[in-house]
């Protein structure tokens, strides 16, 4: 870890002048040699370079929605030329120009972080070796070894011997309490951060392998900050904690108030649009104004949450314009209550065992089988009067005709309705 931490030497410098300037301010409030002086300064610095990083940020989300959407491009394109590696690799790239999708955006966070994060580690590691590094002079070695967090110095880690971590001041039972907590904390932290990533601001309609990753990642990246916490220095871990810290808040941030189209999250920001519109009757911001404006603009492209948040607001007497604003409208409240009367149940299908009871009662007993019995459906009762004068030249009967019995057997057996028939004429006998 030291020979890595060493390729970034050339930034230490600038890390610790940063973390030098901050201990004067905070040095005057708690006093230069406590802790919560070197402490928040360290805290400090993560803020600094996060709120730097909050482009690269916007360019990750954007990336890892892009992501998401061209997945089942990418797969189709991976089985269409999976013997010709090269074709494939041309293919992607050029989905990728088309799209405007760079897949190493969502790296960039963590790829800008690593210099700092291992100057830190460097600067952290001379304190505890008692080295001056970068601006650290030997005055503020001495300072920052005195300084403790909850008992463990700065300086100390979790694998450290009892005689070095006496040579700070303090105790292994301490040191090893202290960064225990430390450790469970940023791995709880990282895990909850990409949970509510998989949960709530995922595209649920969208089954791929890349959502199967972000899951395996969802488990992954807290085992292995659980087995290497152990071997960063409190400060450290101060560090990695904050920066866990800051990276839930912020992805809280956007999943409420700018969700994945499609996922959990935009169904219940739409739900809270929803209400703060029918209770004003506008639309009361730009940012939601832009948000409504894309959804009028995808038309019959809409997702399932946004065809609900449309059809809600036609419920409610309003209709969302290409602008992003919304007027008062009787017609649109009309043709959603329309739509929703015109909804028709499918009739109640007869099961196999009822129909095929029903054709063998139809074929033991032709001339007592009810319409209801063959068919499943009630009979409707006619007005009809039931004594029709018969043909003078038909033959009565007390027997039904000839065949007769073989074409009630074959109405009942198809679930045709039995009734009158009208009289063969007498040409045709």
Same mark, same amino acid.
């Given at each position: 870890?030291? /020979?890595?931490?060493?390729?970034?030497?050339f930034? +230490?410098?600038?890390?610790?002048?940063v973390?030098?300037?901050?201990h004067?301010?905070? %040095?005057?409030i708690?006093?230069?040699?406590?802790?919560?002086?070197? %402490?928040?300064?360290?805290?400090s610095?993560v803020?600094?370079?996060?709120?730097?990083? @909050?482009?690269?940020?916007?360019?990750?989300?954007?990336s +890892?929605?892009?992501?998401?959407?061209?997945q089942?491009?990418?797969?189709?394109?991976?089985?269409?030329y999976?013997?010709?590696?090269?074709?494939?690799?041309?293919e992607?790239?050029?989905?990728?120009?088309? /799209?405007?999708?760079?897949p190493?955006?969502?790296?960039?966070?963590?790829?800008a972080?690593?210099?700092?994060?291992?100057?830190?580690?460097?600067?952290?590691?001379s304190?505890?070796n %008692?080295?001056?590094? %970068?601006? @650290?002079?030997?005055g503020?070695?001495?300072?920052?070894?005195?300084?403790h @967090?909850?008992?463990?110095?700065?300086?100390?880690?979790f694998?450290d011997?009892?005689?070095?971590?006496?040579?700070?001041?303090?105790?292994?039972?301490?040191?090893?309490v202290?960064?225990?907590?430390?450790?469970?904390m940023?791995s709880?932290?990282?895990?909850? /951060?990409?949970?509510?990533l998989?949960?709530k601001?995922?595209?649920l309609?969208?089954?791929?392998p890349?959502m199967?990753?972000?899951?395996?990642l969802?488990? @992954?990246?807290?085992l292995?900050?659980?087995?290497t916490?152990?071997?960063?220095?409190?400060?450290?871990?101060?560090?990695?904690l904050?920066t866990?810290?800051?990276t839930?808040?912020?992805?809280?941030?956007?999943?409420?108030?700018?969700?994945?189209?499609?996922?959990?999250?935009?169904?219940?920001?739409? /739900?809270?649009?929803?209400?703060?519109?029918t209770?004003?009757n506008?639309?009361?911001?730009?940012?939601?104004?832009?948000?409504?404006?894309?959804?009028?603009?995808?038309?019959?492209?809409?997702?399932?949450?946004?065809?609900?948040?449309v059809?809600?607001?036609a419920?409610?007497?309003?209709?969302?314009?290409p602008?992003?604003?919304?007027?008062?409208s009787d017609?649109?409240a009309?043709?959603?209550?329309a739509?929703g009367a015109?909804?028709?149940?499918?009739?109640k299908?007869?099961?196999?065992?009822?129909?095929?009871?029903?054709?063998?009662?139809a074929?033991?007993?032709p001339?007592?089988?009810?319409?209801?019995?063959?068919?499943?459906?009630?009979?409707?009762?006619?007005?009809?009067?039931?004594?029709?004068?018969?043909?003078?030249?038909?033959?009565?009967?007390?027997?039904?005709?000839?065949?007769?019995?073989?074409?009630?057997?074959?109405?009942?057996?198809?679930?045709?309705?039995?009734?009158?028939?009208?009289?063969?004429?007498?040409?045709?006998?």
């Amino acid at each position: 870890m030291d /020979t890595i931490a060493s390729l970034f030497s050339f930034i +230490t410098t600038p890390v610790s002048w940063v973390i030098v300037q901050f201990h004067s301010l905070y %040095g005057m409030i708690f006093g230069p040699d406590t802790g919560w002086a070197w %402490g928040l300064s360290i805290v400090s610095l993560v803020v600094l370079i996060r709120i730097c990083l @909050i482009p690269l940020f916007v360019k990750q989300i954007k990336s +890892t929605r892009n992501m998401q959407v061209l997945q089942p491009k990418m797969k189709a394109i991976q089985e269409r030329y999976k013997n010709d590696k090269q074709r494939q690799s041309e293919e992607m790239m050029k989905l990728y120009k088309e /799209t405007g999708t760079n897949p190493l955006s969502s790296c960039l966070p963590i790829l800008a972080q690593s210099p700092f994060f291992f100057a830190l580690y460097h600067v952290l590691s001379s304190i505890a070796n %008692g080295k001056t590094i %970068g601006v @650290i002079n030997q005055g503020l070695l001495d300072s920052a070894r005195q300084a403790h @967090i909850f008992g463990a110095p700065l300086a100390a880690k979790f694998t450290d011997s009892s005689d070095k971590v006496a040579s700070l001041n303090s105790s292994l039972t301490d040191v090893r309490v202290v960064t225990a907590i430390m450790i469970i904390m940023m791995s709880a932290s990282q895990f909850y /951060t990409q949970r509510q990533l998989m949960t709530k601001n995922v595209d649920l309609t969208v089954k791929t392998p890349y959502m199967q990753q972000q899951k395996m990642l969802m488990y @992954i990246f807290p085992l292995i900050f659980a087995v290497t916490g152990i071997n960063f220095p409190v400060g450290v871990l101060v560090y990695w904690l904050t920066t866990n810290v800051w990276t839930m808040g912020q992805q809280m941030y956007v999943i409420n108030q700018n969700p994945t189209p499609g996922s959990k999250a935009q169904d219940q920001y739409l /739900t809270r649009l929803l209400k703060t519109i029918t209770t004003h009757n506008e639309v009361r911001s730009r940012r939601k104004r832009t948000i409504v404006q894309a959804i009028v603009a995808k038309g019959p492209d809409r997702n399932d949450n946004e065809r609900k948040f449309v059809m809600s607001l036609a419920k409610a007497g309003l209709a969302a314009q290409p602008d992003g604003t919304v007027i008062k409208s009787d017609t649109a409240a009309a043709e959603a209550e329309a739509g929703g009367a015109q909804k028709r149940q499918q009739p109640k299908r007869l099961t196999k065992a009822q129909r095929q009871a029903a054709a063998q009662l139809a074929a033991d007993k032709p001339d007592e089988v009810s319409d209801t019995e063959a068919t499943g459906e009630p009979a409707k009762t006619s007005l009809e009067k039931k004594d029709e004068p018969q043909d003078p030249k038909s033959k009565p009967s007390g027997r039904p005709a000839a065949g007769a019995t073989g074409a009630t057997r074959q109405k009942a057996k198809s679930g045709q309705r039995k009734g009158q028939q009208r009289p063969k004429h007498p040409s045709k006998k």
